[in-house]
């Protein structure tokens, strides 16, 4: 056996890690070290001499080194520094972490943060707390309606935050229909107020708004409502809505710009048609509605509308959900279809016309089959467009600064959020491969800041990432579809377990048996290891959320079958699932 190179184990471990710990086990000056980086909440790599069989030729090798013989001895950044009482007086003279994070003097900042939505803003505030100068530059161009909004992003204004609550506007409605079956005396001619939605869900985004700007000044995070584009790799300039321009440099930055709805290329488009980024703060009842597109954005807003008593269309050109499960979507949908929301299979819109303005006036849409065909046209009050969404980085001078962009979406391939360029990051949705959803961005923001600037080598997890959608039968999903898992391990090697069932709530109610569903995809080869699991029915976000630590633990089918279920919910469906596809057996269920 050739002999170990001590050198090249000491150089690679001091490389790969950001503070590194020479040590051994009984050493009370190693203790008081390692002690210290804990408190200071900075994470190390420690290798205890004492512990290894070559511990002592390390030890050698570091004094030829270095020139110190004792223990511990510390790497900072690639940099030898020292022993304890080195440490020791470095964090004294408050040097200590200016090592980890260097200074960056000649810049305006040590970090700008491009983008005030959820992933911008968490990793802004994650460095002010870790010391650094920062500036968030965050600038909403209106929509062809001429709707706009204020500090935090997408989720906060468009999308996560207003959804679910104009989704819950929608179920309280099915909830006075259950209500009358339990004995509540609810008169049969209840109406809906659009204005009083929209007006209550708008004053809660308002308060977010104010509050992240509160946080911000609040964490001395300097924050400018401009548009940043980049002039060279370390600098930008930011301009006003009313032509202001200022120049800033930086160490680092973030790119967290996000993303906005796509529009079809077809006549009438941006003239007439709504988006998700208009709905949420209409300032009418938008009445009859064709929503275009099969997104999950697209699915979402037609369930609400038609939750809140609206003749509601979606035409749709392909396939539902792309991206999630096919039996799962083509699940939703036919809730969705059985439940009063008409749909248009494979067909697109060709052209739209204004028939009559108003709020809201009236729309002609002409449409013809995906494949080619006979052009046909309806006629309704509102269109809302939901076929999916640009990156928002061709116009922030990214080719100035070097950035690598994809050029078929705009999107950014990345190593652990860091782009071709080393000193540029970005996080979100704008990521190459990444999962849109605000969770991570946020994750990823925080970690990516403390890695940056807190010592910490901990990076974000993209695996098993759990979700929801919030059609009118929620969908919660995490980990693999069923087709992406056969892709995966190989059709023989999975095992799908599923079942209908009914909750208990729906029994009174009268609701519908037998469509809500639940499925776990089991890799066989593994221990029957769970990678995916999936289910359609009410609160499907609060089930996939708790299976989620499951399955970032390694559960597997056995460890679900000893797990016992709280009765009666929809969640121990799932701890009594013993059907499989590949049985081919009878899955509708009768009873509680």
Known sequence: ???????????????????????????????????????????????????????????DTLHEMTGQRTVPNVFINNQHV?????????????????????????????????????????????????????????????????????????????????????????????????????????????????????????????????????????????????????????????????????????????????????????????????????????????????????????????????????????MVRSILLRGFDQDMANRVGDYMETNGIKFIREHVPTKIEQLESGTPGKLKVYYKPSQGGEEKSLEVNTVLVGIGRDACTGTIGLDKAGVTVNPKNGKIPVVNEQTNVPHIYAVGDILEGSPELTPIAIAAGKLLAKRLYGGSNIQCDYVNVPTTVFTPLEYGACGYSEENAIAKFGEDNIEVYHTLFRPLEFTVAQRDENVCYAKVICNKSDNERIVGLHVLGPNAGEVTQGFSLGMKCGATKAQLDATIGIHPTCAETFTTLSMTKRDGGDITQAGC
């Open 82 to 314: 020292g022993g304890c009482d080195t440490v020791l007086k470095k964090n004294k003279e408050g040097e200590l972490m200016n090592l980890i994070s260097p200074p960056t003097d000649k810049y305006d900042y040590d970090l700008i943060v491009i983008g005030g939505g959820s992933g911008g803003l968490a990793a802004s505030k994650a460095a002010a707390d870790l010391g650094k100068k920062v500036a968030v530059c965050d600038f909403v161009k209106p929509t062809p309606l001429g709707t706009s909004w204020g500090l935090g992003g997408t989720c906060v204004n468009v999308g996560c935050i207003p959804k679910k609550l104009m989704h819950q506007a929608a179920l309280l409605g099915h909830s006075l229909d259950d209500a009358k079956k339990y004995g509540w005396q609810v008169p049969d001619d209840v109406q809906h107020n659009w204005d009083t939605m929209k007006t209550s869900v708008q004053n809660h985004i308002g308060s977010l708004n104010w509050g992240y700007r509160v946080q911000l000044r609040d964490k001395q995070v300097t924050y400018h409502n401009a548009y940043a584009e980049f002039t060279d790799p370390h600098t930008i300039k930011a301009v006003t809505k009313r032509g202001k321009e200022t120049v800033m440099t930086a160490a680092h930055f973030i790119l967290a710009v996000g993303m906005r709805p796509r529009y079809p290329d077809i006549p009438g488009a941006k003239e007439y048609c709504i988006t998700s980024d208009d709905v949420f703060s209409l300032a009418y009842n938008p009445g009859k509605t064709l929503v275009i597109g099969a997104s999950y954005v697209a699915l979402e807003c037609a369930g609400f509308l038609a939750g809140i008593g609206l003749d509601v269309t979606v």
């Open 1 to 59: 056996m050739a002999p170990i190179d001590t050198k090249s184990v000491i150089q690679q471990h001091t490389q790969n890690n950001k503070v590194m710990i020479f040590s051994k086990s009984t050493c009370p000056f190693c203790k008081r070290v390692k002690k210290l980086f804990d408190e200071l909440k900075v994470d190390y790599k420690a290798i205890e001499l004492d512990e290894m069989d070559n511990g002592k030729e390390l030890q």
